[in-house]
């Protein structure tokens, strides 16, 4: 049976232009990604809506199988012949690349509330599968509850720069105490920038364990007790606990451009995952947007190096102190193209992405654009 997309070529021509090289047909292979697939057919493949326009009569229309022929007509259709289906639809994106996010990273707005890891088992300083920890702030819970016990490692935070060209977001590493503590997390970097007239993003947690209430809160004792039974990382005093979701983040993912232009300084890359302060391909970077800002799963980016404000020497002089030089004479230069990003999980004030392509390493601090943004 042939499920056939519909698009006229004339109607998209001036928003989206195909590749030279594209081919006539594709037979959609086991680990492709469908921003490959875009990429075969389109300059830009975060575009792919706009020409996929599927049949509505195919039982789920956006997602492509391998085995699936893919053709791109002389005249004015795309054409999608279903191989057999007996595989995993394709992606955006490899799983396995962004799994420990999706899994072992969250953010949250605030700490007040949760529940916290106060003792643990023999007095121990850390426990793993199959001890026991000691809960405070369960109050009236029942044995059975399932909980993860998470660790605060990270805050973000929005500071204000009145007159200035962009704000400033910034990224610290956390104690035991979801207080700020000078040293390397183990997902991301640091990054210090001035803190006044901030707001807070979010605290990001990181999955140690999940455990299960044996014994809530009973007379003389003030703190419920959690076995921890799964293999995880360990649990010290000071971990927090949340409930377990049943899915708490979308598997599947499809680009497009985000639905809301901000304004310039307002979403950057606050920390990318396992590196000093640079990032490439395939790496993980937090931005300082999320759900308020119109931004959800898929939104493409484009990565600027922000362009520096320099002296003109030939106009005022080989000798010319910068550092005493004014903001407002320097000559600002344009701002360089290091990539492209798309957001895979988000939340209120902070998504992750994932870098898609890019020209040169991505650092923290870098703007974030529309990706058809002009270079």
């Avoid at 199988?65 to 012949?81: E, F, H, K, N, T």
């Avoid at 310039?264 to 999320?290: C, E, F, N, Q």
Wanted: glycine share 8%.
């Amino acid at each position: 049976m042939l499920a056939v997309a519909l698009l006229t070529v004339a109607s998209f021509a001036a928003a989206v232009e195909l590749r030279g090289d594209h081919p006539d047909t594709y037979v959609v292979k086991r680990g492709d990604t469908l921003w490959d697939i875009a990429g075969r057919f389109l300059q830009r493949p975060w575009l792919w809506p706009e020409i996929w326009q599927a049949n509505p009569q195919v039982k789920n229309p956006h997602l492509i199988y391998p085995g699936d022929v893919l053709s791109l007509a002389y005249l004015d259709r795309v054409a999608m012949q279903p191989g057999q289906r007996s595989e995993s639809p394709v992606n955006a994106v490899n799983l396995s690349e962004i799994e420990p996010f999706l899994k072992d990273l969250r953010i949250v707005d605030s700490l007040d509330g949760l529940p916290y890891v106060v003792g643990l088992e023999d007095d121990r300083l850390r426990s793993s599968r199959g001890q026991v920890a000691y809960i405070k702030g369960l109050d009236g819970i029942a044995p059975g509850q399932r909980y993860l016990v998470v660790r605060p490692e990270k805050r973000y935070r929005f500071v204000e720069r009145a007159g200035l060209c962009c704000d400033l977001f910034q990224s610290e590493d956390l104690d035991a105490r979801g207080d700020t503590f000078r040293g390397t997390g183990e997902f991301w970097t640091n990054a210090v920038f001035p803190s006044k007239n901030t707001e807070m993003l979010g605290y990001e947690l990181i999955t140690q364990s999940t455990g299960t209430v044996t014994r809530g809160e009973v007379a003389g004792i003030q703190a419920s007790t959690l076995l921890l039974d799964a293999e995880g990382r360990d649990v010290r005093v000071g971990d927090r606990l949340i409930p377990v979701e049943a899915q708490p983040y979308d598997l599947q993912f499809f680009p497009h451009p985000p639905k809301e232009q901000q304004k310039y300084g307002r979403l950057t890359v606050m920390s990318v995952a396992d590196k000093y302060r640079t990032g490439g391909p395939h790496d993980v970077i937090a931005i300082s947007g999320g759900s308020r800002e119109g931004i959800d799963n898929g939104t493409v980016f484009s990565i600027w190096r922000r362009g520096s404000s320099t002296v003109d020497t030939i106009k005022d002089g080989l000798d010319k102190d910068e550092s005493l030089t004014l903001f407002e004479s320097k000559v600002r230069l344009p701002d360089e193209f290091a990539g492209h990003a798309m957001v895979f999980r988000t939340f209120n004030n902070v998504s992750y992405a994932l870098v898609m392509s890019s020209v040169k390493p991505t650092m923290i601090g870098y703007e974030l654009k529309h990706p058809d943004a002009p270079y």
